[in-house]
């Protein structure tokens, strides 16, 4: 190395030394390039490279130059293979530190602590690099470090160049997300919280939200050049309002305030409003005739908008659910809301269904809180809530004109062509992607004519009180349009269709309002069918006269048409407003060879056809022509079955759908703007299932009841979700909407068919009657005497029902159905409950379906209607308040699963929760319950200790259980009596029961001789129940004091059952052998009493001890095989009898 760069280097070290950083800089960079050009050997010119640039790095660091000594420290570790030097390392740590890379750095001091575990330095260093990377990774720092940005960002942003603008729009959303994120605004309640502690936030949101409006809705040519990345900023800011908004009606009013006050655009306009506007825009430019198609999207994307939309709904909760007490929204408070709803209804306005989709779906979340005023459950909160829902919304909704805005919608959907998906060319030519759009387009399409007719129907309520605007309103926008319709007129035709889609949903929801308007439409009811009659006949031209764009519109019409004349004559009264000429037509399409695009029509004929019969009272005639409805009911039921799982498939095809969406539902859903053809043939054959015949025959065909019990009501759909899965994905549906996959009718039928088919109609009519003057068997009678065919006699019979339920129980569907069921939730609940919980009543009859039943969770799903009005569990409450039909029948069927079921396969949870509610059903009429629920706490108590505990300390339990020993019916006596047996050795059981002289002498009577030849089983029982407590010393003596040896011996003599005998020597034993071992006085009595017990034996033994010695060394003596253990239990009875006597000083019994 030449003495000059040697003279370079030591000058930089002096310079170092005087703190002169920069000239120290400067000679070093001079010596390394001296070194360049040296001469000297590879090995010295490296390590002399490695001093010059450490001690450069050290050098910059002095003077915070953290990016040159980071160069030199990764140039001397990287470049020259310095990778052991600690310097270098060191430095390159302080180097990260200095700019912020934290992690970097701790992880470059590692390496030298790992070398050097003593360098204090670097202890240091490592200590102080935790401590800042644990400080900035915490959520708080980052949230505040984000929205300081934001705001740095917003102060130079009216004086900053396009250019700038760009490149901190992608800053500005990073920050935005990142705001999102460490402000936890997914989670509920930390939006809550988020809303009522960082208000400055909220106002940073609205603040990008207005000045990104301002480029997205500027006309200057120029300023249109910054719209690049604006309309991510205004997705971002509204995603995050709308997350703040949905956490309460609260938080919306919050949110609402702080876009009220921000204004923008030289304060002219509230950024409220700015909003509204450019979306206001954006519908205007959709009409345009000479408008691109895409002109819209370019001012506001649809994504945008939703957001928009749903941003509208969720502010709207705060007027109709929250406090008011912001005082700045009360000031303005009916402009606020119309502005918000006028947001709304541009949704709604729009040519988008996914828009319009959104729209509805905020309209839903406010009405879904309603409730119907007749629900008795309901509490006088709920009730106000209620009123002030309509006194918030009604002006609007009537000022507004939403009626007619939904009607014309749906007219306008319903002229929307779609694409057949059963097409055999569907997939010609098409890409996944466009196959992908059309599935997605025709369930938009479907949600939304599903959708539509609820929001109809839900602000139909708000006239309840009003019945004349009520009657006038349905006649306006259901009846009129269909009977004044004109064939040749699309416009009207479109119109026409809408209104028999309102209309059927509102039978769904007030039957006896549509039948009124329908009966008012003149012709004596008959005008609005046979409009419907006049449209179906014509309907055949509609393609070719291009009245209708293809066949697949035409049909989609007519399924409409159909399904409403099915909603008419699913009500009283309704086939009356049937004309003959539309019942033949029903019955030509009924026997039609249609395809199966046409299996809609054919279900909705199915079903008019079979209610129209019933009315007339002809469906239960045995004729060939009800023979063949009813093999039709199967064969639509299992076309509907194949029809659904082709669909499933199809869409299953593409990759994009089933990731995406759940292919499952979409499939069920996409014939949501009528009733599905499962639906309607579960319909008819509800109609029809409580004749005998059809039972035998649905049995017969397990297609038709797989497709009757493949209803699953766990949608994948999330309905449970927040309201936020409203512009996610337009599969998702608003929060308060029923759960499933079909109408909830559709769970009443499945429940009504399947309890009638477990069950036969004999034994309902039975239950009918109990409680009334004549009984079943006195009305059979009667019917004898008068030689008539009995009601009660449908040519049903026990083996039938018990066949049925075994061939039901072999389809995969019918018990995870039935669970199912029993969990179900909506205005029919507690029909679809009561015959669920009935239908399981049935099924427990047989025994081998109760493992089943427990295996399925049925049992499980049992406990929570057992005592459905006893939560609280207080037992002194009245009867009537704690029992209900559903709930004693719920009780019994469990106690049916329980008595031959194996206890120990059920968590020990549920057999907990399982006692109650049979000892409760212990307190009813019936006996034979009675019998069922004390064997099953038989059944229960053999488990462990821990399960006669929790028997024993129920309320009143022992109180109840005793209760029965007493019943007039032998088994039940029996039952109890083996129930508190089984409670054993149990000291509460002990002390209440066997310590009691009065109640151990009706055990006494149960276990004597004489009860033996009445009642084996229940001798058996009190005997072995006496035989474990009579080791209990004060009891044996109560056993002695009250004739018990005398007793006992009677039973060893007498008995004609060896397990009787056995059990009488065993309790012998135990009192011979307390009283030997007390020394009189007995300590555990007074004088009085042990002088008593001591009488009571000499008595006893002086009347029955030589016949009981005599009997016992007969048993010893036996030569029987099968006694040995009766033999041994002889031998230590008359061992424990010489030990008695010899404590008394008698003589002993020599041992045989």
């Known amino acids: 190395m030449s003495a000059e760069v040697q003279a370079l280097r030591a000058k930089g070290n002096e310079q170092f030394k005087a703190k002169e950083f920069a000239h120290a800089i400067k000679t070093y960079t001079e010596a390394l390039n001296k070194l360049s050009t040296d001469a000297a050997s590879e090995d010295m010119r490296s390590n002399t490279e490695l001093f010059l640039r450490n001690n450069r790095a050290a050098a910059a660091l ?78 708080k720092t980052l949230y505040k470090s984000a929205c300081d940005t934001l705001k740095e960002i917003l102060d130079v942003w009216e004086h900053m160049p396009l250019q700038k603008k760009a490149e901190k729009k992608s800053i500005a959303l990073l920050k935005l997300m990142e705001m999102e994120k460490y402000g936890n605004l997914r989670n509920e309640v930390a939006a809550k919280r988020f809303a009522v502690e960082e208000i400055s936030g909220i106002e940073l949101m609205w603040k990008f939200l207005g000045v990104s409006l301002n480029e997205v809705d500027c006309t200057d040519s120029t300023e249109k050049e910054s719209n690049i990345g604006s309309q991510e900023l205004i997705h971002q800011s509204l995603k995050m309002l709308t997350a703040v908004a949905e956490s309460s009606a609260s938080s919306a009013g919050k949110v609402l305030e702080a876009g009220q006050m921000r204004k923008i655009k030289d304060g002219s306009i509230t950024a409220l409003k700015a909003l509204l506007q450019v979306c206001n825009k954006c519908v205007g430019i959709e009409y345009k005739e000479d408008s691109n198609e895409h002109e819209h999207l370019q001012i506001l994307n649809l994504a945008c908008r939703k957001r928009a939309v749903a941003l509208c709904g969720l502010c709207m909760k705060y007027f109709c659910f929250g406090s008011n007490e912001i005082a700045s929204l009360q000031q303005s408070r009916d402009s606020i809301k119309r502005s918000l709803f006028e947001g709304i209804m541009d949704g709604l306005r729009s040519r988008s269904l996914d828009l319009q989709l959104c729209a509805l779906d905020s309209v839903l979340n406010l009405l879904v809180h309603q409730s119907a005023p007749a629900d008795a459950a309901m509490g006088p909160n709920n009730l106000d809530e209620n009123a002030l829902v309509t006194s918030e919304l009604l002006p609007l909704v009537v000022s507004l004109g939403l009626f007619p805005l939904l009607h014309s919608c749906a007219a306008i959907t319903l002229s929307i062509p779609q694409v057949d998906l059963f097409m055999d060319n569907m997939d010609t030519g098409r890409t996944e992607t466009e196959k992908h759009d059309c599935i997605l387009e025709r369930y938009r399409y479907a949600s939304f004519l599903s959708r539509l007719p609820l929001v109809f129907t839900q602000l139909l309520t708000f006239f309840e009180k009003d019945e004349e605007k009520l009657l006038s309103l349905v006649q306006e926008y259901c009846v009129r349009p269909v009977v004044t319709v004109q064939i040749d007129n699309g416009t009207k035709l479109r119109n026409a269709s809408a209104s028999c889609l309102l209309m059927s949903a509102l039978f769904l929801t007030n039957s006896k309002l549509a039948i009124t308007a329908i009966q008012q439409s003149g012709q004596e009811g008959t005008r609005f069918a046979v409009s419907l009659h006049k449209l179906l006949i014509s309907s055949k031209g509609f393609a070719s006269n291009k009245i209708t764009r293809d066949a697949t519109m ?90 659904e799982t082709r669909l499933q498939q199809r869409l299953s095809s593409n990759t994009r759908t089933m990731k995406e969406l759940d292919g499952s539902i979409v499939a069920k859903a996409l014939h949501w703007n009528v009733s599905s053809p499962k639906e309607r043939s579960i319909e008819a054959l509800s109609y029809m299932i409580t004749i005998t015949r059809v039972k035998q025959a649905f049995t017969s065909r397990p297609q038709a009841i797989l497709s009757v019990f493949d209803v699953d009501l766990n949608s994948s759909v999330n309905r449970k979700g927040s309201s936020n899965m409203i512009w996610k994905e337009s599969h998702k549906v608003p929060k308060g909407l029923p759960g499933g996959n079909y109408r909830s009718t559709v769970y009443y039928g499945v429940a009504y068919i399947l309890h009638h088919v477990v069950t036969s109609e004999s034994a309902l009519k039975k239950k009918k009657m109990e ?54 939730t909506s205005k029919q609940s507690n029909n679809v409950i009561e015959l669920s919980i009935l239908s399981v009543l049935s099924i427990a009859q047989v025994t081998e379906s109760r493992g089943q039943l427990v295996q399925s969770g049925v049992y499980q799903a049992l406990l929570s209607h057992s005592l459905a009005n006893n939560k609280k569990g207080n037992a002194s409450e009245n009867r009537s308040n704690v029992a209900t039909p559903i709930s004693n029948a719920a009780a019994q069927a469990m106690a049916k699963i329980l008595i031959t079921t194996n206890p120990n396969l059920l968590p020990v949870s549920s057999l907990f929760s399982s006692i109650r ?88 009577a149960f276990a004597s001789m004489e009860e033996e030849e009445e009642d084996f089983e229940t001798c058996r029982a009190a005997s072995g129940a006496l035989a474990m407590v009579s080791q209990v010393p004060k009891v044996s003596q109560l056993i002695v004091k009250l004739g018990g040896i005398s007793m006992l011996s009677k039973l060893v003599k007498g008995s004609k059952h060896e397990e009787s005998v056995h059990r009488a020597i065993f309790a012998l034993e135990n009192v011979f052998t307390t009283l030997a071992q007390q020394v009189c006085p007995i300590p555990s009595l007074s004088d009085d009493v042990s002088d008593q017990v001591i009488q009571q034996v000499r008595d006893d033994m002086e009347k029955h001890g030589e016949e009981l010695i005599e009997e016992l060394g007969s048993l010893i003596k036996s030569k029987s095989g099968g006694a040995s253990s009766l033999k041994e239990q002889a031998r230590t009875c008359l061992e424990a009898l010489n030990s008695l006597k010899r404590s008394n000083g008698l003589q002993t019994v020599r041992m045989m």
């Open 62 to 139: 002095q003077l915070k130059d953290h990016h040159s000594a980071l160069a030199d420290c990764t140039f001397i570790i990287e470049d020259l293979k310095y990778g052991d030097n600690l310097k270098a390392r060191y430095r390159r740590a302080q180097a990260y530190a200095g700019l912020q890379r934290l992690a970097d750095a701790l992880t470059e001091i590692r390496v030298v602590l790992r070398s050097d575990p003593n360098n204090h330095s670097a202890i240091t260093l490592a200590r102080e690099m935790s401590v800042k990377l644990q400080q900035q990774q915490d959520p």
């Open 771 to 824: 409680g009334m003057d004549m009984t079943p068997e006195q009305y059979e009678e009667l019917q004898k005497a008068l030689k008539q065919k009995s009601a009660l006699d449908d040519g049903d019979s026990p083996t039938q029902v018990t066949a049925r339920v075994k061939v039901l129980l072999k389809c995969p569907k019918v018990l995870p159905t039935l669970f199912q069921l029993l969990k179900f």
């Open 554 to 643: 035409t049909r989609s019409w007519q399924e409409i048409w159909v399904d409403c004349v099915a909603c008419i004559c699913g009500v009283e009264n309704g086939v009356s407003c049937i004309p003959e000429d539309l019942h033949v037509e029903m019955t030509k399409l009924l026997y039609a060879a249609l395809d199966d695009q046409d299996l809609i029509l054919r279900a909705s004929a199915l079903s008019i056809q079979v209610k129209i019969l019933m009315t007339k009272k002809l469906l239960e005639i045995d004729s060939e022509d009800n023979q063949r409805l009813m093999s039709i009911v199967f064969d639509v039921l299992e076309q509907s079955q194949n029809y």
């Open 917 to 1004: 509610p049979l000892l409760e059903v212990c307190k009813s009429d019936s006996q034979l319950i009675h019998f069922e629920a004390l064997m099953a706490l038989t059944n229960i108590a053999s488990v462990s200790e821990e399960t006669k505990n929790r028997i024993v300390s129920e309320p009143h339990a022992l109180s109840t259980i005793q209760y029965l020993q007493f019943s007039d019916h032998e088994l039940v006596r029996r039952a109890a009596t083996e129930t508190i047996c089984n409670l054993i050795p149990n000291e509460i059981v002990i002390d209440r029961i066997f310590k009691n002289e009065e109640k151990l002498r009706l055990w006494l």
